[in-house]
Protein backbone atom coordinates (compact mmCIF):
# COMPACT_ATOMS: atom_id res chain seq x y z
CA UNK A 1 0.00 0.00 0.00
CA UNK A 2 1.40 3.62 -0.67
CA UNK A 3 0.61 6.37 1.35
CA UNK A 4 1.19 10.10 -0.03
CA UNK A 5 1.87 12.52 3.09
CA UNK A 6 1.35 16.37 2.76
CA UNK A 7 3.52 18.72 4.67
CA UNK A 8 1.24 19.21 7.34
CA UNK A 9 0.19 15.95 8.12
CA UNK A 10 4.21 14.69 8.61
CA UNK A 11 4.40 17.32 10.73
CA UNK A 12 1.35 17.03 12.83
CA UNK A 13 2.07 12.56 13.20
CA UNK A 14 5.50 13.36 13.66
CA UNK A 15 5.05 15.56 16.67
CA UNK A 16 2.57 12.80 17.38
CA UNK A 17 5.32 10.25 17.73
CA UNK A 18 7.15 12.78 20.26
CA UNK A 19 4.88 13.78 22.41
CA UNK A 20 4.03 12.37 26.16
CA UNK A 21 1.12 14.61 26.13
CA UNK A 22 -0.85 12.20 23.22
CA UNK A 23 -2.17 8.73 24.26
CA UNK A 24 0.13 5.41 23.55
CA UNK A 25 -2.62 4.25 20.71
CA UNK A 26 -2.42 7.48 18.85
CA UNK A 27 1.24 7.54 18.62
CA UNK A 28 0.69 4.00 17.28
CA UNK A 29 -1.60 4.61 14.60
CA UNK A 30 0.55 7.82 13.50
CA UNK A 31 3.84 5.54 13.30
CA UNK A 32 1.74 3.43 11.45
CA UNK A 33 1.10 5.91 8.79
CA UNK A 34 4.67 7.53 8.70
CA UNK A 35 6.70 4.20 8.64
CA UNK A 36 4.04 3.52 4.92
CA UNK A 37 4.42 6.66 3.84
CA UNK A 38 8.30 5.71 4.03
CA UNK A 39 7.93 2.91 1.82
CA UNK A 40 8.76 0.17 4.57
CA UNK A 41 6.75 -3.27 3.83
CA UNK A 42 3.59 -4.18 5.46
CA UNK A 43 6.06 -7.09 6.90
CA UNK A 44 8.65 -4.93 8.56
CA UNK A 45 6.23 -2.26 10.18
CA UNK A 46 4.25 -5.59 11.82
CA UNK A 47 7.31 -6.85 13.47
CA UNK A 48 8.82 -3.08 14.52
CA UNK A 49 5.25 -2.25 15.91
CA UNK A 50 4.16 -5.49 17.05
CA UNK A 51 0.85 -4.71 14.97
CA UNK A 52 -1.12 -7.56 13.07
CA UNK A 53 -2.14 -7.06 9.03
CA UNK A 54 -5.80 -6.18 10.08
CA UNK A 55 -4.78 -3.40 12.52
CA UNK A 56 -2.21 -2.00 9.73
CA UNK A 57 -4.49 -1.94 6.96
CA UNK A 58 -7.47 -0.67 9.34
CA UNK A 59 -5.58 2.22 10.33
CA UNK A 60 -3.90 3.08 6.97
CA UNK A 61 -6.48 3.03 5.31
CA UNK A 62 -8.58 4.95 7.86
CA UNK A 63 -5.85 7.73 7.49
CA UNK A 64 -6.78 7.51 3.87
CA UNK A 65 -10.46 8.07 4.56
CA UNK A 66 -10.42 10.93 6.92
CA UNK A 67 -6.83 12.10 6.91
CA UNK A 68 -4.92 12.85 10.54
CA UNK A 69 -8.41 13.31 12.20
CA UNK A 70 -9.47 9.84 11.42
CA UNK A 71 -6.70 8.67 13.48
CA UNK A 72 -7.13 10.46 16.33
CA UNK A 73 -9.93 7.67 17.53
CA UNK A 74 -11.25 4.75 17.64
CA UNK A 75 -14.94 4.09 16.09
CA UNK A 76 -16.88 3.52 19.21
CA UNK A 77 -19.04 0.04 18.68
CA UNK A 78 -22.57 -0.75 19.85
CA UNK A 79 -22.57 -2.79 23.45
CA UNK A 80 -23.07 -6.10 23.31
CA UNK A 81 -25.54 -5.58 26.24
CA UNK A 82 -28.83 -4.32 24.44
CA UNK A 83 -30.83 -1.65 26.77
CA UNK A 84 -33.46 -1.79 29.00
CA UNK A 85 -36.70 -1.95 27.88
CA UNK A 86 -38.24 1.55 29.08
CA UNK A 87 -41.39 0.00 30.92
CA UNK A 88 -38.73 -2.11 33.26
CA UNK A 89 -37.21 1.13 33.83
CA UNK A 90 -40.29 2.87 34.49
CA UNK A 91 -41.47 -0.30 36.89
CA UNK A 92 -38.31 -0.13 38.67
CA UNK A 93 -38.88 3.88 39.13
CA UNK A 94 -42.36 3.01 40.08
CA UNK A 95 -41.59 0.74 42.76
CA UNK A 96 -38.80 2.81 44.27
CA UNK A 97 -40.86 5.83 44.72
CA UNK A 98 -44.28 4.66 45.86
CA UNK A 99 -44.22 1.47 47.88
CA UNK A 100 -41.87 -1.11 49.90
CA UNK A 101 -41.08 -4.60 49.46
CA UNK A 102 -43.99 -6.85 51.91
CA UNK A 103 -41.18 -8.09 54.15
CA UNK A 104 -38.74 -5.29 54.42
CA UNK A 105 -38.28 -1.80 55.28
CA UNK A 106 -36.85 -0.21 52.19
CA UNK A 107 -35.99 -1.54 48.51
CA UNK A 108 -32.11 -3.11 47.78
CA UNK A 109 -30.90 -4.00 44.17
CA UNK A 110 -31.32 -7.50 45.34
CA UNK A 111 -34.98 -7.17 46.11
CA UNK A 112 -36.06 -4.55 43.33
CA UNK A 113 -34.04 -7.27 41.02
CA UNK A 114 -36.28 -10.14 42.15
CA UNK A 115 -39.19 -8.45 42.23
CA UNK A 116 -39.17 -6.87 38.76
CA UNK A 117 -36.95 -9.81 36.70
CA UNK A 118 -33.59 -7.66 35.78
CA UNK A 119 -29.93 -8.06 37.27
CA UNK A 120 -29.29 -5.99 40.00
CA UNK A 121 -26.55 -4.46 38.58
CA UNK A 122 -29.32 -3.03 36.02
CA UNK A 123 -31.26 -1.60 39.39
CA UNK A 124 -28.21 -0.02 40.46
CA UNK A 125 -27.94 1.57 37.02
CA UNK A 126 -31.48 3.19 36.99
CA UNK A 127 -30.85 4.42 40.52
CA UNK A 128 -27.79 5.92 40.12
CA UNK A 129 -28.81 7.24 37.08
CA UNK A 130 -32.03 9.05 38.46
CA UNK A 131 -29.99 9.84 41.60
CA UNK A 132 -32.23 7.69 43.83
CA UNK A 133 -31.06 6.55 46.93
CA UNK A 134 -34.04 4.34 48.74
CA UNK A 135 -31.64 3.39 51.90
CA UNK A 136 -31.33 7.22 52.44
CA UNK A 137 -34.57 8.85 53.27
CA UNK A 138 -35.11 12.11 53.66
CA UNK A 139 -37.31 13.68 56.12
CA UNK A 140 -39.46 12.73 59.29
CA UNK A 141 -40.96 8.81 59.46
CA UNK A 142 -43.75 8.62 61.48
CA UNK A 143 -44.12 5.47 63.63
CA UNK A 144 -46.00 2.67 63.48
CA UNK A 145 -46.80 1.87 67.38
CA UNK A 146 -50.37 2.10 68.12
CA UNK A 147 -49.73 4.39 71.13
CA UNK A 148 -46.87 6.85 69.03
CA UNK A 149 -49.63 9.80 69.48
CA UNK A 150 -50.25 9.39 72.92
CA UNK A 151 -46.29 9.51 73.42
CA UNK A 152 -46.01 12.46 71.27
CA UNK A 153 -48.48 14.45 73.27
CA UNK A 154 -46.53 13.43 76.55
CA UNK A 155 -43.17 14.35 75.47
CA UNK A 156 -43.69 17.51 73.71
CA UNK A 157 -45.75 18.53 76.97
CA UNK A 158 -42.58 17.61 79.17
CA UNK A 159 -41.19 20.56 76.80
CA UNK A 160 -44.25 23.10 77.03
CA UNK A 161 -44.69 22.96 80.41
CA UNK A 162 -42.67 20.53 82.53
CA UNK A 163 -43.35 20.12 85.94
CA UNK A 164 -41.96 22.27 88.24
CA UNK A 165 -38.42 21.43 89.24
CA UNK A 166 -38.14 19.00 87.03
CA UNK A 167 -35.58 17.65 84.85
CA UNK A 168 -36.18 16.58 81.24
CA UNK A 169 -33.44 14.29 79.21
CA UNK A 170 -33.58 13.61 75.87
CA UNK A 171 -32.28 10.47 74.74
CA UNK A 172 -31.92 9.52 71.11
CA UNK A 173 -33.34 6.04 70.13
CA UNK A 174 -30.15 5.53 66.89
CA UNK A 175 -27.58 3.61 67.46
CA UNK A 176 -24.24 5.25 67.47
CA UNK A 177 -22.39 5.31 64.21
CA UNK A 178 -18.91 3.65 65.13
CA UNK A 179 -17.17 5.50 62.07
CA UNK A 180 -18.77 8.60 63.12
CA UNK A 181 -16.63 11.04 65.31
CA UNK A 182 -17.54 12.91 67.94
Not at 64 to 77: A, D, I, P, Q
Not at 169 to 174: A, H, I, M, N, T
Request: contains cysteine.
Amino acid sequence: MKITLIEEDRTELERWVKSRSVGAKQRLRARMVLMTAEGLSTTVIMATLGVSNPTLNKWRNRYLESGVEGLKKGKTRPSRIPPLPTDKVQEVLALTLTGKPAAATQWSCRTMAEQVGISRMAVHGIWREHKLKPHQVKGFKVSNDPLFAEKLRDVVGLYLDPPEKAIVFSVDEKKPNPGARS
